[in-house]
T-cell receptor, first 112, second 114 residues
Framework: QQQVKQSPQSLIVQKGGISIINCAYENTAFDYFPWYQQFPGKGPALLIAIRPDVSEKKEGRFTISFNKSAKQFSLHIMDSQPGDSATYFCAARAGGGNKLTFGTGTQLKVEL | DAGVTQSPTHLIKTRGQHVTLRCSPISGHKSVSWYQQVLGQGPQFIFQYYEKEERGRGNFPDRFSARQFPNYSSELNVNALLLGDSALYLC?????????????FGEGSWLTVV
């Protein structure tokens, strides 16, 4: 059972544009929602994370928007740069510890 | 400060063999978990350990086992390797407890089974 659905599967954005990736979840016990960036051949690197008591969190060019009632959250990358080209994963966790349920990933390409 | 370190970075094994992968968590982190990432997919949870005890197990066969040592490092063992076990194996570390607990991943161990 896939508990975190991610879209789109791939995304092409022009340099300077806004990249938007969406995720939806089913398990209402999830209480921590991180986003990871992964470059080819590398492990996932934490970008930004949010808890469900907050509707938005911004760190630099990265913003998470969270809609608890709709069970959806999204990542916005402002002023997208070619160096942002990577695969992005949303994830969710229920309770403490480090058991994460990941989305299927979005391959982002930022073109000049 | 050192992040999550994993070894080896790459290895090739033959079907039926056994493999051991190792992980050292971030200093001060007492929880370690293991994930399998098949090419083109998101990481899938295998095991979670805290204070040397297994605290969760994903939907993987008994050929997969793990343990955590007193210094909080961990190893993942896979027996009777199959071609389908070829993947990137990731270790993650964190503190334990609290909804804001941050989880960090290592660079992974690339396993190829031939």
């Amino acid at each position: 059972q896939q508990q975190v659905k991610q879209s789109p599967q791939s995304l092409i954005v022009q340099k300077g544009g806004i990249s938007i990736i969406n995720c939806a979840y089913e398990n209402t016990a999830f209480d921590y929602f991180p986003w990871y960036q992964q470059f080819p051949g590398k492990g996932p690197a934490l970008l930004i994370a949010i808890r469900p008591d907050v509707s938005e969190k911004k760190e630099g060019r990265f913003t998470i928007s969270f809609n608890k009632s709709a069970k959806q959250f999204s990542l916005h990358i402002m002023d997208s740069q070619p160096g942002d080209s990577a695969t992005y994963f949303c994830a969710a966790r229920a309770g403490g510890g480090n058991k994460l349920t990941f989305g299927t990933g979005t391959q982002l390409k930022v073109e000049l | 400060d050192a992040g999550v370190t994993q070894s080896p970075t790459h290895l090739i094994k033959t079907r039926g063999q056994h493999v051991t992968l190792r992980c050292s968590p971030i200093s001060g982190h007492k929880s370690v978990s293991w994930y399998q990432q098949v090419l083109g997919q998101g990481p899938q949870f295998i095991f979670q350990y805290y204070e040397k005890e297994e605290r969760g197990r994903g939907n993987f066969p008994d050929r997969f086992s793990a343990r955590q040592f007193p210094n909080y490092s961990s190893e993942l063992n896979v027996n009777a390797l199959l071609l389908g076990d070829s993947a990137l194996y990731l270790c993650a570390s964190s503190q334990w407890g609290g909804s804001g607990n941050t989880i960090y991943f290592g660079e992974g161990s690339w396993l190829t089974v031939v």
